[in-house]
């Protein structure tokens, strides 16, 4: 899963370190625009419904942050 | 109360002294009185509008919470198989208020352009009323923000406010309640609610604040906008040059106009204690129309991004667009396809939240059109920087970005300024056909009802904003420079932006030379 | 490191109040010292014509609070009461009046600051100016600043009032400044009134040449009678007038006031604005409520010389209708000029009114050439030197073509009193005061009945060298060599030392009676002054009389030079435009700056002859 998300991750914003970067929505190195590229991307891949309501910041801090997030919805 | 009247000012100093000369529980009971009064001195009938969205989203607001509260009590699969029950109900309470809200907006704003429209297109055949009614202070601003309440209750971002009065004051809150900026309920009700206790640190930052707000609307705002208006009011008559340069100067007096009044805005919350979003960071320095976007009505692009765009890219028609586009079209096009749509219906609702009038419509699609285009063709950007060696963040390319955002800006401002969408073009058509560059300097700009003195004013006035922005965007705190220098310094430091705007003020009241006093002797 | 004094914010927040105070006390204290309305008494400039000119209601209080001994009458109305001259009411009432003109002003106005001036200050007579158009505005809006009564005629709030002009856009003080800095002598359209009478101070258009009517209509503020705007007026407020009038009658018989209402004279298109009928109902009201002197329809409404505009009479026609009031048969009245009416008599007073006529050209005006000579010898130079020969020539025909010769004195009989002059008059002068003057011309004059006025130059008098230089010149003569020939020749002034000649003064020269440019305003009128001094002792000394007319060294002029010499006693000055004058009865203007038709020692007598009937020089 982890790999999968990746490729989705530095397809949509190459040149971003994902692997150390904890802070990618408060620094400001994921942009809305990337944001729902990813969501979309992650639904198709995963297949699981994301809502507006998913749209924090805390959920997208981090790879390790997205990966939850789609567990939890995955059950 | 317009925020340069002298009573606006005797009435903020008033509320100010009492804010902090009262018990504190009742600090916000104050504030909500202090704010309908405020909001009542301007008409004492459209309040029923203002109450009317208050009410009813407080009342959406306890609905959707207590749906929330039932859905979360249920657990497992009782849950699962509940949830589209819940989400329909919740559905149905939004989208009545929505509606009712909406439509009332639509109605006061947006009904007499529509009615208009229909019978023009139809060649008279159908022709609808035209209402005539007053529309309410701040309507775009509050209704927004109530809207946006509603919708977080929907998404179960928090629990909804019990006590009308409490909420009444989130909506209704002063400052901000005539040109925004348009606060998230999680932001601002918490602080207004709070117990504020005086701090000189608070007053005093609040008043420099305000102090610069007043500097831009008075010294140059107001002085930009007679020769705005001159020129507007009459663009037939001028050469290109003369129009690029009202145009210029629109563009100087809204900034100054829009952040001036922002600043009072913030700067008169600040001396409560309370803290405003930003509604505006340097858009001079912006780098590309988005970010221009980002820097300019900060609060508008981010509700319309947290409740128009993520809304609309997660929504079901977007999403399988979105399926549709990777598979057929496929590589980044395919995939950029859904958000560059959503993006283009925020830009064009943008244009349309600013007036009910076809050139705000084309407006909302220019930028729309701009800034989709560029998201389109991000990868080709990025090709032409590589093959050009040019690093992201190279000296050249930033100065590049700016220079091209600027002319963007500029060529959006002719279209919202001019009276009509066909004037609009008709000047960027005389701008580039007809400039007669000699009318800048011939005396000709001295005909456009502003002296060479006010000249001299505005653009040495917009010298120092500018230069004040340059030092804010390279991360100098300006209050806090200022507060490490000498006591003489600081008191320069209050006493000349005083002087400016009394002998500015005063240049610009109402006055008659005793040579004209008796005419006809 | 020494530690620098930093704010706290608490010192902030002070610091920031007390800015504030400062600068809104500097703005008020401005205000009050500038005091550009007169509203605090003006007590640092007391430059009261310039706060009058911006609001007389408020001003003139303030004035008459600090000066209101000086007066124990008062003349009141709006603007065209200015032209009531104080002097001639002074005479006929033996009392000391003030003129509360004010401009705009309605009845109401009239009212109030007539019962303040009864209850505050001494008031023996009251002389109320009225007239149609008073019937049309009662009680309007006025502009706060401008037009509004001062708070203690008016009743209204004190605090209102000083509050205002406390709060005043501080412009008005600054401009104050502005213009007491660089303020002429001269009346300027920032001063309007003059402070001593209270009347408009119109020295600068009573020193204009008045002449004949072509010429009258080319200046801008005449060129409305050529194309007078039509208006239809009303009397809609002809009630409330009269209320007011009544009002001000009983607070008279109240305290032993003695009233005289007046209607001023109206040119006749301004009274065209009203029908018939208005016109009457407006007397007939006027007529129940008191008697009253009636100017407004006569001869004098017709001709636009008597007006200083579309709607206001001259001075000198003010001082002919005190004239008519007081009796004073020596001064010229048109026969139809004024009436006294009373609710008997009204009827047929208006009947005038619809028979007035203008008197013909002839009737109320003279042409009048004046010829300028400069010296005699036996032999002319074709220029300023005449032929005795050659100016005998000229006399014999003059006085065959049927010219008579008159003086300055005979031209002021006709102005002042009506005095007719001869058919054919005729003014002969000479510039400079030769000696020749008096042994060649005074022979020929006194053959031929004629007489003549010769300007002398002062400090040339009896001299034959050029002031302190001992170049020698033409020899002049002495004043005392120039009463023995009284009987046909006056003397005038040439100024004392204002003919400066190139290359026998220093330079720069002073150009004609013109200020130097080295010269400051002040400097040039003590000089002009100095020089009148200087003439009039000369001339009581010799002649018992100072010069009356002067004659202004190459015709160069000024407003200012006009209006110094007018106060120093000259009434009638020539200069060397080439032009027949036109003189006009009842408007001394017509004697100032009057044009002369030089004659060159060339001339042959016919010559002159025809340069006598156009007015042009021979070619």
Redesign the interface.
Known sequence: MREKLMEILTETCPGVDFETETALIDDGLLESLDIVTIVAEIMDAFEVELNVEDLVPENFNSVDAMLELIQSLAE | MSFTSVGFIGFLAAVVVLYYALPKKCQWVFLLAASYGFYMAGGVKTVVYLLFTTLSTFVAGLWLGRLNARKDALTGPEKKAQAPVFKRKKQMVTALVLIANFGLLFALKYWNFTASAVSGATGGSVILPQLNLLMPLGISFYMFQSVGYVVDCYRGKYKPQRNVFKYALFTSFFPQVVQGPISRYDQLSPQLMAEHSFHADHLKYGIQLCMWGYFKKLVIADRAAVLVNTVFGDYTSYSGSIIALAVFFYCIQLYCDFSGGIDVTRGAAQMLGIDLAENFRRPLFATSLADYWRRWHITLGQWMRDYVFFSLTLSKPILKLGKWSRKKIGGTLGKVIPTATATFVVYLFIGIWHGANFRYIFYGLWNGAIITSSQLLANTYYRCRMKLKLADDNRGLYVFRMVRTWILVFLGRYITRAPRLMAAFYMMWVTVSRPVLSDLWNGTALTLGIARMDYVIVLGAMAIVVAAEFFQERGTEIRKWLEQRGFLVQWLAILLPLLVLLVTGILRGDYISSEFIYKQF | MKE???????Q??V??VL??VL?GLS?LGFNYITD?FGAFGDRFFQWWS?DE??NPRVAKIEYLEQNHELYDSYIIGC?STSSWPVEGFNEYFDARFYNMIM?GADMLDVELMSKYLIEHYEVKNLVVNIYINNAEEYNTESDP??YNLNYKVDGTSRWDFYKKYLFL????GL??LK?YRNDSYLQA??D?FDEATGA?DKSRRDVENISDLETYFTKAEYKAFVDYPQRTGHINNLEPCMESMRAIKEVCEENGVNLMVVCPPVYYKNLEYYTQEQVAAFNRALAEVTDYWDFTMSSVSFEPRYFY?K?HFRNCVGDMAVAKISGDDSVYVPGDFGHFVTADNVDQVLETYWEAEPLAEDELTAKVPILMYHHLAETGDGGDIISVEDFESHMATLTRAGYTAVDFDDLKSYVEQGVELPEKPVVITFDDGYESNLTLAYPILKRYGMKATVFAIGVSIGKDTYKDTGESMIPHFSLEEAALCADAITVGSHGYNIHEVAGRDPEPIRQGVLQKESETEEEYIQFLRNDCEAMDALFEEALGRTPQVLAYPFGWHTTLSDLILKEEGIWATVTSDVKINIIIKGIPQSLYAMGRLAVRGSYTADQVLEMLKTGQRPQ
């Open positions: 620098k004094h930093r704010m706290t914010s608490g902030w927040l610091a920031f800015t504030v600068l703005v550009p310039y000119t911006m603007s401009y600043l401008t856009n501080p412009r008005y401009e104050k213009k359209a920032h309007v408009y505009d709607t």
